[in-house]
């Protein structure tokens, strides 16, 4: 009959120890040992008790020592991981590859503890973006996050980890019987963004300015090298939609007589599946209005491609795409990410990604005095709170008349 015992061998920590005796087979005394995080005895004469019901019950399970590494490897094969989207299942494989192996690998999901992870989310906004650890290129002897070429990171890489983080406890909890709690669920995140001043003139959300956008335009319109991008660019900037939604768009998704577009799928590139047709960011297509501005655009770029239908006959590939290569198919995403932040860079605005043309089209219509549930809608976003937690600075502060009134109604 196994018995159960705890020792205190830490300061910090009670290991509880059950001894099942001598094996009969090897002549080896067996033992099962694990450490909780406290010094509180109550607690451990309840983990003891616990554990001695298991035992009387035949439910007990030894503890598993196998690392957070090598349970994230079990992990990733297991069908919870097969069924994700490739875009997911790519960018949880690279937080696990860049960050969370090297960094807490080491540590066994048991003993994994809050403060280990507060440990690794510090770690994160201390080290900022991983570029931050290559050799600088403006001294060599240093590596660039101790250099003026530092890049930071948000809040959202952190939430991103940890919600991996989070996921992963749950399923060795749940699929693999290895856990019996989730030290991850309802932590407090550190904030990169706590310590930056409300009134502080950097916005979480970079936009263009007006004038920005013009000299975008015309800078792209004089430079060759812009040509495959010019009318991406127009197209983006004066409807809001996301890079892959506007790689997906096909001729057959525009309406001409009434200025329209239905968004229904979003184009994705993973290494695990190539390209894929997927359905849009919140799972709902939307039909938006566009101006005729918008429709010359896209005029402009079948004129752009049909030299290439043309030299192509058979060979161009008819996917009905309306942003795509010289030879009809899917352009990968990260190219126009990659040519336009050093395009603006040469330009001289404001570098700023891709992606924030479609943040200076929200900002610049709320600004306008849109309405925000009509920018929300427009944008795709799941609600309404998504578009006012991102973009409510953008929304023009004005003295109405109903509130004037209202004061003059609490003074009676």
Not at 383 to 412: C, G, M, Q, W
Request: charged content about 35%; overall charge positive.
């Amino acid at each position: 009959m196994a018995t159960v015992r705890y020792e205190k061998r830490s300061k910090k920590s009670i290991t509880m120890i059950i001894d099942h005796g001598i094996d009969p087979v090897d002549q080896k005394r067996k033992k099962d040992t694990y450490v909780i995080e406290t010094t509180d005895e109550e607690i451990a004469k309840q983990e003891k008790l616990k554990i001695e019901l298991q035992l009387a019950q035949k439910t007990y399970k030894p503890p598993s020592h196998i690392t957070l590494e090598k349970y994230i490897e079990h992990w990733f094969k297991t069908p919870a991981a097969q069924k994700l989207e490739s875009k997911t299942y790519e960018s949880y494989k690279r937080c696990a590859d860049l960050r969370i192996i090297p960094w807490i690998g080491t540590i066994e999901p048991r003993e994994l503890a809050r403060d280990d992870l507060n440990k690794f989310y510090q770690q994160i906004i201390g080290v900022g973006h991983l570029d931050n650890l290559k050799p600088s290129k403006i001294y060599p002897k240093k590596l660039r996050g101790e250099t003026e070429e530092r890049k930071e990171v948000g809040i959202d890489v952190v939430k991103y980890h940890h919600a991996f983080i989070r996921r992963l406890l749950q399923d060795a909890i749940y699929e693999d019987g290895i856990l019996e709690k989730n030290v991850a669920i309802k932590m407090t995140l550190p904030d990169p963004v706590a310590t930056v001043d409300d009134d502080n003139e950097e916005e979480i959300v970079k936009v263009f300015t007006q004038d920005e956008i013009i000299k975008l335009e015309s800078a792209a319109a004089d430079d060759p090298a812009a040509a495959p991008y010019i009318n991406l660019i127009a197209v983006a900037l004066r409807t809001g939609m996301r890079r892959g939604e506007l790689l997906a768009l096909r001729w057959e998704d525009i309406n001409f007589k009434n200025n329209t577009i239905w968004v229904r799928r979003a184009l994705v590139h993973t290494k695990l599946n190539g390209y894929e047709f997927k359905s849009t960011k919140n799972k709902k297509r939307r039909r938006i209005e566009v101006t005729d501005e918008v429709l010359n655009a896209f005029r402009a770029e079948a004129c752009r491609q049909a030299p290439f239908k043309v030299r192509l006959e058979d060979k161009y590939n008819k996917l009905g795409l309306v942003f795509c290569r010289e030879d009809g198919l899917q352009s990968h995403p990260d190219t126009i990410s990659s040519w336009f932040p050093d395009f603006c860079k040469k330009v001289s605005i404001t570098r700023l990604g891709f992606h924030c043309l479609r943040h200076t089209h929200a900002s610049h219509l709320l600004a306008a005095g849109e309405d925000l549930f009509y920018v929300s809608k427009r944008l795709g976003h799941s609600d309404i709170y998504v578009t006012y937690n991102k973009y409510s600075h953008f929304i023009p502060l004005e003295k109405r008349e109903s509130l004037k009134a209202l004061e003059e109604r609490f003074k009676k």
